[in-house]
Nanobody, 127 residues
Framework: QVVLVESGGGLVQAGDSLRLSCAASGGTFAHRTMGWFRQAPGKEREFAGAISWGGSVTYSSDSVKGRFTISVDSAKKTSYLQMNTLKPEDTAVYYC????????????????????WGQGTQVTVSS
């Protein structure tokens, strides 16, 4: 059974940085995509970014492009979301997810493309 565990969230000030981790276990992840999504209070969950398991293909939403970087360490089965220059509007619960088998996904921004989800980690950015 695939299990995803996010960590690294916390309370920071605007302009600070955080790195989230997503440790995957219980499966093989080659030919899959790792996605990162976030859900702000009172809003729907939205796409933040994604990366192919080998790291060769990445996607980012316009709202985080240039500030957030996604990477993956295949040997450790861990994906990372490096978040720089954080803003109060980045406050959300951040989730990682594993996409269906086969890359590239038809639409990595579509949550229905993902088979497994973590429990989420809270990121709060104060102004």
């Amino acid at each position: 059974q695939v299990v995803l565990v996010e960590s690294g969230g916390g309370l920071v000030q605007a302009g600070d940085s955080l790195r989230l981790s997503c440790a995957a276990s219980g499966g093989t992840f080659a030919h899959r995509t790792m996605g990162w999504f976030r859900q702000a209070p009172g809003k729907e969950r939205e796409f933040a970014g994604a990366i192919s398991w080998g790291g060769s293909v990445t996607y980012s939403s316009d709202s985080v492009k240039g500030r957030f970087t996604i990477s993956v360490d295949s040997a450790k089965k861990t994906s990372y979301l490096q978040m720089n220059t954080l803003k109060p509007e980045d406050t959300a619960v951040y989730y990682c997810a594993v996409g269906r088998f086969g890359i590239p996904l038809r639409n990595p921004r579509d949550q229905d493309e993902y088979d497994y989800w973590g429990q989420g980690t809270q990121v709060t950015v104060s102004s």
